[in-house]
């Protein structure tokens, strides 16, 4: 267990530097509202990341997951105004849609044998497609007030988004680390063959995260619609990379079998710290996408350099 | 006294330690020309760094090498390679895309006058080379992932040849090889050996080194025990060196309660290897399977266990018919199989022992969907008393840093937490050192006696022949006969197995 935690103590560690000499820098960015501020931001890589830890921790992947936000976010826009659902319905119906999405890539990998790689980047392009050809390049605008409550409204002071986020998180580590579920899914990751020779559930348990990382990716995209106030089909593209990134920056390797909810949460904090740190010292967007890429490699290689000493 | 005088190459107080733990201390070594010197130990006892500091890979912390007689030093593979040593490892390190001539000379190539390759040369000597190795059958345009594990072999050895070997190390070259390979191979060596080749050979098999040894050398936890002409010896007494104890019996069999028969199988079918099956075991009994590798002995395994599901046939358990489709239903119903493949399919090698040993029974060990951890930890504290497991870090050691014989008591104690009434071994000792295996063949009798029924493939004879109360002989798919034990005997399990074959050639 003490080398399981040794990354994220690497990271813990990094993490509070990094917001120290952010706190430094910029008197704008300690602040309560701007900390809130940036949970809601990184709420819907959040939620997508906490669920890509289960997939890659089964030695897995899932691209598709920006595609399916894009395409919730379209079908709660059409469903509501074109098919003249009432909003909360409309929205659960997407989710749905998106839902199976997800639950269709876990039969394509399952019951096909197709690598995860694979599938899950054909139907990057498949929703995608789906949801540029559903909206006609025409975006959907004047949601009634009460549904920018959950993208844009505090609840107790705190985002409305955050508490979900949070409660994923607290669900998700403790479903990973103390059930008998988590310790499928590391053993999938670590051989999938002597998984099936013990018998575990392995196929259910993939159609399951999968499935669940579809629902995560479609809840997702319902906020970002209440937060942006607008419904567009490019939404959530290139986010199932930030959601890959903040990941394996949290340690999880990406051939499965090792990693944590709480590195995945030390990784989605840093990599939104320095993006907000960054742009409040006045770095531009490159930079700051510069700046992660180094972060990246900088925690992985230390990470393996403690690794490997602690091993020999 | 060792004959440093006319040994090729000779290591004197050879010592290596890692991390301040001393693998092997001021061990003396040496092998002659036209010899075949067989290098013996559990696993652990040092065998793989002896022969690791051989062939280069390591450097020696004390100790000299001498290769006739002038004092050397390797500092890498290359060097060691240049001085004509060469290894044939366990694990056979050919490039499967490419064709056995290509895989021959990679890396030495022969130049043409313009500098290419001189594909006709590489051709013409590969040619040559498996010639010499009895091998024509092989054609040097052939691409070696189309090739079985003996051919393979036999392409390495050319490989060594072909850079002029002088000395042969063969890492338990019959590890994986059915009986009609390792007799061929057998032979290979005994050519080698008459060329004027110095050869290291190590192995767990005991008729093997009688057949093919000059002179044997133990190590045991690191250390020299002893180098002796084969002559001196006896199989019990290097036993006895190994383990640094005297096993009275090879096969301590006690004697069987035989009970109600417990699971029948009638017409078992399931894709061309398992070929109209039908057979019982009873309680208490041992069903030993033998055959050639590739006659169906573990598809018929996998088919009970539920991984390639039956297409034909009844399989009743109790008098109940029953149908298994998934290694699950198999565990629910009582069966359990420890796999051929410990590495691939019995363990998870990341995880710890306490990991694996709940791994088929982490479902009761939940409650809920929540893991009992108190209980798990204590579940496996007791395998680890129960079955003598050796760990230096307890249960929390990940199951890949044990030996081989520590690895298949970990897959046995995970089965036998399921309380299985139906246990299914398949290969039980492949790779587990002689005080382990002893050991697993006393658990094995053991778990009889207390009314569990027993079915064990393996491809040792003598294995089958010292636990099974039945033999049970397959060929090509097909059941060819049971014998009981009073009428098994290597010669008429021997005759089933080929009886058959020859049956099936001639039709």
Known sequence: MTRFLRHETILAVLAVIVLGILAYQSDRFFTVDNLLNQGRLMTEVGLVAILMTFVIATGGIDLSVGSIIGLTAILTGVFWQSVGLPLPLAALAAIACGTFGGFANGVIITRFGVPPLIATLATLALYRGLAEGISQARSVRGYPEWFYVLGQGNVLGVPTQLWLLVLTAIVAAIVLGLTRWGRTVYAIGNNEVAARFSGLPVDRAKLAIYTASGFAAAVAGVILVSRVSTTRSDMGTGLELDAITAVVLGGTSIFGGRGTIAGTVLGLILIQALKNGLSLAGVKGDGTIVLIGVVLIVTILISNIVHRNGNR | ?507
Request: charged share 25%; with cysteine; net charge neutral.
């Open chain 2, 1 to 507: 006294m060792p004959g440093t005088t006319d040994a090729f190459i000779s290591l004197t107080g050879a010592t290596k330690s890692f991390n301040g733990i001393t693998v092997l201390k001021n061990v003396d070594f040496d092998v002659r020309p036209g010899e075949v010197h067989a290098l013996l130990g559990e696993n652990g006892a040092g065998k793989s760094t002896l022969i690791k500091i051989i062939s280069g890979l390591y450097t020696p912390d004390g100790g000299t090498i001498r290769i006739q007689g002038e004092t050397v030093s390797f500092s890498s593979t290359r060097d060691a390679s240049k001085r004509g040593i060469a290894t044939v490892y366990q694990e056979l390190l050919l490039f499967p895309e490419l064709t056995i001539a290509e895989n021959i000379f990679l890396g030495a190539y022969p130049k043409s006058n313009w500098g290419g390759i001189d594909w006709d040369t590489v051709r013409e000597r590969s040619r040559a080379l498996l010639d010499s190795l009895d091998s024509a059958e092989l054609d040097v345009d052939t691409k070696v992932a189309r090739l079985s594990v003996a051919q393979r072999q036999r392409v390495e050895i050319a490989k060594a040849l072909s850079r002029d070997a002088r000395v042969l190390i063969m890492d338990e070259p019959t590890a994986s090889l059915a009986e009609a390979d390792v007799q061929r191979l057998m032979d290979v060596v005994r050519a080698l050996r008459a060329r004027g080749v110095a050869i290291i050979y190590v192995s767990h098999r005991m008729p093997e080194i009688f057949a093919l040894a000059d002179r044997v050398t133990v190590l045991r936890d690191g250390a020299l025990i002893g180098t002796k002409e084969i002559g001196e010896v006896t199989e019990a007494s290097l036993v006895a060196m190994m383990v640094g104890r005297s096993i009275d019996q090879l096969f301590p069999k006690p004697e069987p309660i035989i009970g109600d028969v417990l699971l029948e199988v009638e017409g078992l079918r399931c894709g061309r290897l398992v070929r109209d099956m039908t057979f019982s075991v009873r309680r208490g009994e041992i069903l030993g399977i033998a055959g050639l590798v590739g006659s169906g002995r573990t598809e018929t395994a996998l088919t009970l266990f539920g991984i390639t599901p039956a297409e034909a046939g009844t399989i009743r358990i109790d008098g109940k018919t029953v149908t298994i489709r998934s290694p699950k239903e198999a565990r629910d119903l009582g069966i359990a199989y420890v796999p051929e493949d410990r590495g691939q399919q019995g363990l998870v090698k990341a995880m710890t022992i306490r990991q694996n040993v709940s791994m088929a029974t982490i479902d009761r060990l939940s409650r809920g969907l929540f893991i009992r951890f108190a209980d798990e930890a204590a579940r496996a504290v007791e395998a680890v008393k129960r079955f003598g497991i050796r760990a230096r870090g307890g249960i929390e050691q990940p199951v890949g840093q044990l030996s081989g014989g520590n690895q298949q008591k970990v897959v046995i104690a995970k089965w036998l937490e399921t309380a299985p009434r139906i246990l299914i071994l398949d290969e039980p000792t492949r790779g587990v050192d002689v005080g382990a295996k002893s050991e697993i063949h006393a658990i094995i009798g053991e778990l009889a006696r207390t009314g569990v029924a027993i079915v064990m493939i393996s491809s040792e004879l003598p294995e089958v022949l010292g636990m099974s109360d039945r033999v049970l002989v397959m060929n090509n798919g097909h059941l060819v006969t049971i014998l009981d034990r009073a009428e098994a005997t290597a010669e008429s399990v021997g005759a089933a197995m080929t009886v058959a074959k020859n049956r099936k050639d001639a039709a």
